[in-house]
């Protein structure tokens, strides 16, 4: 059966089935609606009826010239010359929300996001509406003074076409944060419309259709051009380009299946000067200047089935023969048609069918380095119905060499969890890390060009290298290699104060000190009543970057242990253990008059002391406090065994203060409660 029978059989009961209805230049079709608008104006047909449309909303008004419609969910998005709204159905009327007050054109719905022309500022826009309700925008991207007429983007794969005087556009777009501007491509002639079939991108003119190759997205390459029978809008479906043909007022159909020689099929003729064509379900929708018509086209029974790829994956990377291609369906047909075009890094290119029986097919050979764009058609009665969409793999090529970034060659004092950085490799999908020292060597492996090395010895001087591997070969060569150090475990401390089993030691405000460690990124302070440090439940940690430590809230009359460990990545080195004892606290009470000088007996053990101070004559500082604290006396004075005077020149208020007694050692500072009478 040839193409043109079998679009003779798809077309052949067609049927006109609705009336002309209101006037318009452009259409928006929706899964229920169909919007028209006509200035500033739009009118909405519920067309849930296909052959008796309702017109539901008559000349709704909005803010500026409608440039773009359309369809999210039970949400209709419009843009105009002056703003982005929201139309919503009441109970009774059409709400429209204004959501952004710029000019939008060129809708390109992609997930949850709408792309478009933002004519305000000549950017590419992109809108979150996942939340229809609470809309916002995600991000721009400056396109320079670029003129677009509304309704003309086209997006492919990644990439997005948008359509001026003359001009092509080309964007990179693979998420609504990755919008890139690639370059700009002059045409030979003003255009209408362009579509793509598989690596080629066609572009419509009033009198030609420009054919180039877009194999390679940076380089677009102009490669023929045919008569273009006068062709507007475009619509493709399988084998077929439909297009809005206004100068015949007509449907003009042509066969796509030679992509380099499309055919023109027939015309199928409508009344009046026609404007726009869209596509539903198993309906064309024509507008002209009396209205829109509605027809119906009618495929082979078995069209719309399509089979279900199961291998290989969804545009896979580095594929090795043998290749093994599989595919489900739900009516288990006997013929299956697999298309497939490869070309090289060298732009050379082939292009083969193949008619299985079976549901699976395998490619024994497979040139290296080849890009493959291939899909599958179920054959009946040897007419290809539905393809699947197109996809890609790409076969195996040795990996290139890699670059080494990080450890720089020579490096010192690499911690225990330094990350490894190369370049990527093109033609990797894995990498391999050779490690080695004076006496061993081991590769590892990473899927990512970063990774650590889990068994590295500090203190050791290491060489590495890493290549680029997939599942064809490893790599030929291996890259550069260097050299980098480890660190050494950091060297023990020696505790310097307090001394071990010192005694009489503060409570508050007491400083551990301890020298510092080679190689220490900071230190651990443990203190326990314990003398070990095996339970951690039952000590205090601590931590310094510095040689020293401040404690407070210790107990009194408490033996303490304490030890500091040197920690760096490699580990942590622990000190020797030392023991401190704290103060023993009681009060002697004195009673003296104001400026009086009162005296006390240091030699009675326990009275002011925890033992007496030696018999011989000692330096000390006498301290008066308050009970909020304050400081109201500091005397020195020289103390002596047996009965010692304290002067007190100044005069007190009436009432208890709290003395101590400090020698030059810092010991026996034991706090005592004075009385101070009238």
Sequence with gaps: MSANSKIVKIFGDSSHIARKIGISDSLFVTAENNYIPNGNLIDI????????????????????????????????????????????????????????????????????????????????????????????????????????????????????????????????????????????????????????????????????????????????????????????????????????????????????????????????????????????????????????????????????????????????????????????????????????????????????????????????QLPIGAIFNWNISILISNVNTNSTSNRTFITA?????????????????????????????????????????????????????????????????YKWTTRGSNCLTQGQFWSDTLSFTTSNLPKAVILTAPADSANNQNTQNLYLQWNNSTEAEYYKILISKQNNFLDSSKYLSYYSTNASFMVDNLDYNTKYYWQVNAVNSWGEVPSEIYSFNTLNPFSVDLQINNKDSFDIDINTSGQVFAKALTYNSELANFRLYDLLGSQVCNLSIELKSGLNIIPIKQELAKGVYFGIFINNNNNNNKLFKVMIME
Excluded at 302 to 316: G, Q, R
Excluded at 410 to 438: E, R, T
């Design 397 to 461: 090529y040795p990996p290139f060499q890699t670059k080494l970034i990080f450890p720089m060659n020579n490096f010192k004092n690499a911690s225990k969890d330094i990350l490894f950085k190369w370049n990527s490799s093109q033609f990797s999908n894995s990498y391999q890390i050779c490690i080695s020292d004076s006496s061993t060597s081991k590769i590892y492996n990473s899927i990512d060009t970063f990774c650590t090395i889990p068994d590295l010895k500090p203190g050791r001087n």
């Design 45 to 364: 047909y519920d067309m849930r009826n296909i052959e008796s449309p309702n017109l539901i909303g008559e000349n709704i008004e909005i803010d500026g010239y409608v440039l773009d419609i359309l369809g999210y969910n039970q949400y209709v998005f419009v843009g105009t010359s002056n703003s982005l709204y929201r139309l919503e159905k009441t109970i009774d009327s059409y709400k429209m929300t204004k959501i952004l007050s710029q000019s939008f054109s060129c809708f390109i719905l992609d997930a949850n996001y709408i792309y478009c022309k933002n004519t305000s500022n000549d950017s590419l826009t992109s809108i979150d509406i996942s939340n229809p309700q609470k809309p916002y925008r995600v991000t721009e991207v400056y396109l320079g003074k670029v003129t677009i007429p509304a309704n003309n983007a086209f997006k492919s794969s990644n990439y997005v076409y948008f359509i001026g005087v003359k001009w092509i556009f080309l964007m990179s777009l693979t998420g609504p944060w990755s919008a890139s501007y690639l370059y700009t491509y002059s045409l030979p002639w003003q255009e209408y419309e362009l579509f793509s079939y598989d690596s080629y991108l066609y572009v419509c003119t009033f009198s030609k259709i420009y054919i180039y190759n877009v194999k390679i997205k940076s380089d677009i390459v102009l490669i023929d051009s045919i008569p273009n029978y006068f062709g507007q809008k475009v619509f493709c479906k399988g084998d077929t380009l439909y297009m809005l043909n206004a100068h015949l007022n007509a449907l003009t159909m042509l066969d796509m299946s030679n992509r380099l020689n499309p055919t023109l099929i027939d015309n199928y003729y409508d009344s009046g000067v026609m404007f726009d064509m869209k596509f539903k379900n198993n309906y064309v929708y024509m507008g002209n200047e009396f209205g829109f018509s509605i027809y119906q086209y009618k495929e082979f029974l078995f069209s719309n089935d399509t089979v279900s790829i199961t291998s290989p994956p969804k545009d896979t990377s580095y594929i090795c023969p043998p290749l093994k291609i599989s595919w489900d369906d739900k009516k288990n047909y006997n013929n299956y048609k697999l298309h497939f075009e490869s070309f090289d890094f060298n732009g050379n290119s082939n292009n083969f069918d193949t008619i299985v029986k079976d549901k699976s097919f395998i490619l024994e």
